[in-house]
């Protein structure tokens, strides 16, 4: 007894490291906010609060939403767990944050679906509790699915000491697993059950083959031949009273049951087995199909479920959708957090991409060994086809599953999850010799463990930080002030802008300062619109403050939040120019934002400085005529372009750039003169329109500065000429201008259109 217990030993280690890995998972994940827990927990709601299992209606918003066509056995348990707590029926914790970006990886905003308030917090009461007190029995059903990995791969490889902890190492720490361990999902109920399926069936035949397998905590009396059908019977039905995808084990013992006929040479005895397995399926599932098919018209409940999803494909995928799809399919098979909308590095997946490339490399040269030294390979033991089977047929169905929904979902193949690390870990240790692969299993232990912890800390647990509230002192020095206020009841103490100076290919990231004025009771939307040239919106974003994670309704009053974002700037706007960023809060109706104050001053809008945006790459403007006139101030006109020649409207673009730095705001002069010097029509104004000024430039930048004269004079007469320079709006002085050659400009005016009489 003491050498069992002893060999155990490793795996309640594992059980212990994965309890606690799943709790880092469970606390760092807002309640609702795992991959639809949500609906999940309404099941359950449901049937606890005495209402009967959950009924559909196209078109009705519930709290279930389409995992009301699941069948109900998780929900039941959970029912009866949370039927005690009190307030566990609540809808108020349904409040759902208006700008969730469900489904969008690699959101930096609004990746909460629910709004979230204190109550969450421990002590843990109402629908808190009762989502807590569901993962924790989750995480119990995933303590099985663990300890069931180690015993198939036991099973399977007999006699490999360090196989079994380094499969159930590959699916206590695999990411996606332990999410959805610390979540409420039917998928965990199912999961269990059919690994507890795919390892009694290998305990049957090793029964049958008299091998000595059959752990001593096992039941061995059931697996016997009169005992065992009824075993399995009432295993795979509550399996697909879990999870339909439990269906999927149907073939696997079809299967087996051939195998029964071959290897007792009586098909009379397979048949009455086969017949007892399907009655009990029959008996725990019947009414459920019966249910389905008097409610909705189906057996299955399936194209229901479909239709109140709402996500379903028109068409066939496309090739080119179908490889997009597969990364998704992959990543969401070892990690996709959140609302499918956390998603790792790309280290990450780099990292997994590596182990299985390393098992897979290490199974193909078991096979090639095994061939090589005379082995049959197409012998293979019936344990491993019905593992293999089980791995097969749960690729089929997922692949069906996916070409019936708007996306493929690698997640759903875990339910092959002891099988599948089992493989994983069998074909790594098989590169190395019995000595050293103790040393790698451990190495490999500790790279998962570490892996799985860091999705908590680098990802999981930064997306639903909420912004803590500071002092004024604690206000950086380089805050730019502003004071404006919305409906006086937010201030916005002032911003800061982290660079000053991006490309076209950055984004922005500010830090805006809210101070809420007293208490409120709206949870305000705020709308953020960043400005480029010709105020173009070159980047938005409407959103609840804090990302989605600080609605204003939780604001204490007087106190500092800090509230950042990092906005992506279009890649097609018009650069260089200078940016501006408007900010403005609604209620019910964005065209009805709230009233801004500057001092007890309302304004109609609130602009505020950002700095620069300059092109991400080198812009090659061509003048249709050089000129290279330089003026005193350090700026040069590199040549000009001319749109319209005669039109009343002369519309032509010049071409600067900085030689020195410009240390003021100059303005363009434009001038049409007669023969006598006088002004006969001017269009003077900042160049770029004002998106741009002098003391902005950067030096060897060219700036593409538009303009357009307009006139009345009558052209066939006289000789008129166009000519451009640089004054300083404050003073008025024009500044000193020279031609290419050195030559001093009349007027420091630069002469760059002639129309008239003589130019005919």
Request: aromatic share 14%.
């Amino acid at each position: 007894m003491a050498n069992i217990m002893k060999s155990y030993t490793p795996l309640r280690l594992l059980l212990i490291l994965f309890v606690g890995v799943a709790f880092a998972y469970n606390q760092s994940t807002p309640i609702f906010e795992a991959s639809d827990e949500a609906w999940h927990y309404g099941v359950v709601r449901e049937i606890a609060s005495g209402r009967g299992l959950p009924t559909q209606q196209t078109g009705e918003i519930t709290t279930y939403r389409q995992e009301g066509s699941q069948p109900p056995f998780y929900y039941l348990i959970g029912a009866g767990l949370i039927s005690w707590i009190d307030d566990f029926d609540s809808l108020s914790r349904y409040s759902y944050n208006p700008f969730g970006q469900i489904g969008v990886p690699g959101t930096t905003t609004n990746v909460n679906m629910f709004r979230h308030t204190n109550l969450e917090e421990f002590p843990l009461t109402g629908v808190a509790m009762a989502v807590h007190l569901l993962r924790w029995f989750s995480i119990l059903l995933g303590c099985g699915t663990v300890a069931l990995t180690y015993f198939v791969a036991k099973a399977l490889f007999p006699g490999q000491v360090t196989l079994p902890i380094l499969a159930a190492s590959f699916t206590a720490f695999n990411p996606m697993f332990v999410f959805i361990s610390a979540s409420v999902n039917n998928d965990n109920g199912v999961w269990f059950l059919a690994s507890l399926i795919i390892y009694t069936l290998i305990l049957i035949v090793n029964l049958d083959n008299n091998a000595l397998l059959i752990p001593s905590w096992f039941p061995s009396k059931l697996l016997q031949r009169q005992f065992a059908p009824w075993l399995l019977g009432l295993l795979i039905g509550l399996a697909i009273l879990t999870k339909l995808s439990a269906l999927l084990l149907m073939p696997v013992v079809v299967i087996y049951l051939i195998w029964r006929k071959q290897h007792s040479r009586n098909w009379l005895q397979s048949f009455r087995e086969g017949l007892i397995i399907a009655s009990c399926v029959l008996v725990l599932t019947g009414w459920w199909f019966y249910r389905n098919l008097i409610l909705y018209d189906e057996f299955l409940g399936t194209n229901m479920m479909a239709e109140i999803y709402g996500f379903v494909r028109t068409g066939p995928p496309t090739w080119d959708e179908l490889i997009l799809e597969w990364r998704g399919w992959w990543y969401s098979l070892w990690g996709i957090f959140g609302a499918f909308n956390i998603i790792p590095g790309r280290w990450f997946i780099a990292t997994i991409n590596g182990l299985v490339l390393i098992a897979v490399s290490g199974g193909i040269v078991s096979i090639v060994r095994r061939y090589l030294s005379g082995v049959n390979i197409k012998k293979i033991h019936i344990t491993h086809i019905l593992a293999g089977s089980f791995i097969l047929f749960t690729l089929v169905g997922n692949v069906y599953w996916s070409l019936n929904q708007h996306a493929s979902q690698g997640r759903l193949a875990i339910i092959a999850v002891t099988v599948f690390s089992t493989y994983l870990a069998a074909g790594m240790i098989s590169l190395f010799g019995q000595q050293l692969q103790k040393l790698f299993s451990i190495a490999v232990v500790i790279v998962l463990l570490i892996v799985s912890l860091l999705m908590v800390k680098l990802y999981i647990a930064p997306s639903y930080n909420i912004p803590k509230y500071i002092a004024y002192e604690e206000i950086p020095a380089d805050m730019i002030v502003s004071g404006a206020t919305f409906n006086k009841e937010i201030e916005l103490v002032g911003y800061s802008v982290l660079n000053n100076t991006i490309t076209t290919d950055d984004s922005l990231q500010v830090t805006l300062y809210w101070r809420g004025k007293s208490y409120m009771d709206s949870d305000y939307n705020l709308a953020i619109n960043v400005y480029g040239y010709g105020m173009e919106n070159i980047s938005k974003l409407d959103t609840w403050p804090g990302g989605g994670l600080l609605p204003t309704a939780e604001w204490e009053p007087d106190v500092i939040y800090p509230d950042t974002y990092v906005l992506p700037i279009l890649s097609s706007s018009e650069a260089p120019t200078i940016t501006r960023m408007g900010l403005s809060f609604w209620d019910d109706d964005l065209s009805d934002s709230l009233p801004i104050s500057v001092n007890d001053v309302t304004i109609e809008s609130l602009l505020l400085d950002l700095g620069r945006l300059i092109p991400a790459h080198e812009q090659n403007y061509i003048p249709e005529v050089k000129d290279g006139s330089v003026f005193a101030s350090g700026a040069k006109l590199l040549g000009y372009s001319i749109a319209e020649h005669e039109a009343p409207e002369i519309s032509f673009t010049l071409y600067w750039h900085a030689e020195s730095t410009i240390t003021n705001d100059l303005t363009v002069f434009v001038h049409m003169i007669d023969s006598s010097g006088d002004i006969v029509a001017q269009a003077d104004g900042p160049p770029s329109h004002g998106y741009w000024p002098t003391s902005e430039w950067e030096l060897g930048i060219v700036v593409s500065d538009h303009h357009n004269l307009d006139h009345d004079i009558d052209i066939s007469r006289e000789t008129y000429t166009i000519v451009i320079g640089l004054y300083d709006p404050v003073s008025g002085l024009r500044v000193p201008a020279y031609s290419s050659t050195g030559f001093e400009w009349d007027n420091w005016a630069v002469p760059i259109h002639t129309i008239g009489i003589s130019a005919q």
